[in-house]
């Protein structure tokens, strides 16, 4: 998968015998248009880069229970992997991260990798700046992107960094 960002391209080798349907839905929501226009809202130096919660609170209306089973953890969380953040089991949908650092402390929580990226580069050129989400951060709320989507991001958080387009290379 190629994902366009503000920061340039990021290359992801999607292995579906790591996590099936992590790979799946990734491969869903890229074949959809899911990631285009959608900010990496959650960059934090040394740990993570997320995005997956879709600009228009419309679109992301539709997506937000679309909840997919769990993978169980067959490739841990080494720096450059890629996992879909979830809130508990049963509850993937659209947001994924890319680990920073090797974080195995994540993989008996049973975040599974499905995918690797090749080069770290143009995800360390991520924007940091913000930190930790609200409440525990001042970064974004993921509350409030569902609800107000870019037009929050855009008026709060303007040095964001976000996926322009993706597709299946």
Request: proline share 5%; no cysteine; glycine share 12%.
């Amino acid at each position: 998968m190629r994902l366009e960002t503000t920061k340039g391209p990021i290359l992801i080798d999607v292995k579906k015998a790591w996590a099936p349907l992590g790979a799946q839905r990734f491969y869903e929501l890229v074949q959809e248009g899911f990631f285009r226009d959608v900010a990496f809202f959650r960059v934090l130096e040394g740990f993570i880069a997320q995005a997956g919660i879709h600009g228009d609170p419309a679109v992301m209306a539709r997506w937000r229970d679309r909840r997919i089973a769990d993978d169980p953890v067959k490739q841990g969380n080494e720096a450059g992997t890629v996992t879909f953040a979830m809130g508990g089991p049963g509850s993937r949908t659209t947001q994924f991260f890319i680990n920073l650092a090797d974080n195995a402390q994540l993989d008996g929580m049973g975040f599974a990798a499905f995918g690797k990226v090749r080069d770290l580069d143009t995800v360390k050129k991520l924007y940091a700046g913000y930190g930790e989400g609200a409440p525990r951060g001042q970064g974004p709320s993921q509350a409030l992107i569902q609800t107000k989507g870019n037009a929050y991001l855009k008026a709060s958080f303007p040095q964001l960094d976000y996926i322009l387009d993706a597709r299946v290379e």
